[in-house]
């Protein structure tokens, strides 16, 4: 059983990974976008939004390639987990005042008419990463990451059997 969890949480790491790079990547040379997707939310004052904004794509790719890498993998899951738990309340805060925005997930954000259809599947969507993301934090290593190679598992098979 050990060994097919393994090959789920790469599974799991591998596509959160590549969720949280495309979502970066589409954002990082569109500063101005990125922060008015955050503004749209209307949650943050607009300078908290402003630095969100900037920040969040450049903390998507470096979750992203930790994930797909598996390298601090557990960290890097943790985090990712907040992000989805952030963006599902975020979603469902916009959804419960009646907004309609373009949640800038992928790109774009800000007001966009009809939007509030696209609500549900964007917190199931997130909601199903959350636990991918939490799933891979929960298996103390995946297969075929980093982590397996940088900290050796005797360590962690010592401690385990001392517990």
Sequence with gaps: MNGALAWVGLVARVVT???W?????????????SINAVRAYQLLPS?????????????????GLALVLGVFARGAALLSALLFIAFIIGISSVWARGIEIDCGCFGGGGVKTGAASAYPWEIVRDTAL??????????????????SVLFDRRHDDVAEGAL
């Design 17 to 19: 990974g590549g969720v």
């Design 21 to 33: 790079i495309v979502a970066g990547a589409l954002k990082i040379t569109h500063p101005d976008t």
């Design 47 to 63: 300078s908290v939004a402003e630095a969100v904004g900037i920040a969040l794509p450049a903390i998507e790719l470096v979750v």
């Design 130 to 147: 959350l636990l991918a993301s939490l799933l891979v934090a929960a298996v103390r290593r995946t297969r075929l990451s980093l982590d």
